[in-house]
C-alpha cells in the first residue's frame, strides 16, 4: 500500500519561509509526478506546483517567482520550498503523486492528508 506523508506546515508571519516535505512509502517501483496543492477555506483545491520524474516542473502563476518544488527520487520525497509568503496562502497543502507503479498494482493517482500552512502576523 502507497502512502504520502506531508510535514512542515505551520504558522509563519508574513514574508516568512516553510519548506514542506512529503515522502511516499510502500513498495514503490516508480512515481511519474508528484506535485503540490492547497485548498483554502471555503475555496477549491488549485494546484501550486508539480513535477516530473524527469525534473520538469510548473507552478501556478499565483506562487511563480516564490515558491520551488524538488524532488529526491530515490527517497521518493518531494519539497516545497515556500518564501516570500503571504496571507493568500494560507490554505491545508495537500501532496499528490500521479502514476504510481507499486508491489500489488500500479496506481494513478494517490493522496496526502494534508499539512495546514497559515501565513498571518
Known amino acids: 500500500q502507497v502512502q504520502l506523508v506531508e510535514s512542515g506546515g505551520g504558522l509563519v508571519q508574513p514574508g516568512g519561509s516553510l519548506r514542506l516535505s512529503c515522502a511516499a512509502s510502500g513498495t514503490i517501483f516508480s512515481i511519474n509526478a508528484m506535485g503540490w496543492h492547497r485548498q483554502a477555506p471555503g475555496k477549491q483545491r488549485e494546484m501550486v506546483a508539480g513535477?516530473?520524474?524527469?525534473?520538469?516542473?510548473i507552478y501556478a502563476d499565483s506562487v511563480k517567482g516564490r515558491f520551488t518544488i524538488s524532488s529526491d527520487n530515490a527517497k521518493n520525497t518531494v519539497y516545497l520550498q515556500m518564501d516570500s509568503l503571504k496571507s493568500e496562502d494560507t490554505a491545508v497543502y495537500y501532496c499528490?503523486?500521479?502514476?504510481?507503479?507499486?508491489?500489488?498494482?500500479?496506481?494513478?493517482?494517490?493522496w496526502g492528508q494534508g499539512t495546514s500552512v497559515t501565513v498571518s502576523s
Open positions: 499528490n503523486a500521479v502514476r504510481v507503479a507499486a508491489a500489488g498494482g500500479d496506481l494513478p493517482e494517490v
Open positions: 513535477i516530473t520524474s524527469g525534473g520538469s516542473t
